[in-house]
C-alpha cells in the first residue's frame, strides 16, 4: 500500500514537472511569436542592420507601405550610432532606408506619401527611398 502511494505521488510529481515546463516553453514562444509577427511588415536586408529600436509609427509606416505595395520593405540601414551626416534621423533611430526589388521608386514613394505619421520621403539615385517620422519633407539625392 505503501508503495502504491509512493508511486502515486512520484506520478502526480512528475505530471505537475511536466505541466509547468510546457506553460513556460508556451510562454517563451509567444513571446518570441509576438516580436517575429512585429517584423512580419519589413525586412533587414543584413544582420548588421539595425532596426530593433524603431518606434511604433515607424513600424506603422513600413507596415503601411508593405500593405500597399504587396510587398515587405527591405531595410537597408536604420540606426546609425554615429551618422555620416549631423541631425539625421537615422542617429535617433527614426528613419529607414528601404528598397523593393520589382517595384520602381515612383510606386513605393507613392505608398509611403498616404501612410499615416509620415514625415521626410527621400530617394537617391541608387534605387533607395528613405522614410522617417520627423517634420513633414521630400527630397532628390541624385
Known sequence: MQNLASLAMAGLF???SATIAVSQDFKRQALHLTRHEARLAYAVQTVSVRAGCFPTRLRAILSHIAAKTGRRPIVTSGHRPHPRRHGSLHGKCLAADIR???LSERTIVAAAKSAPGIGGIGTYC???VHVDVGP??????C
Do not use: E, H, T
Open 136 to 141: 513633414k519633407r521630400r527630397w532628390v539625392d
Open 100 to 102: 523593393m526589388p520589382g
Open 14 to 16: 512528475a505530471l505537475q
Open 126 to 128: 541608387n534605387g533607395i
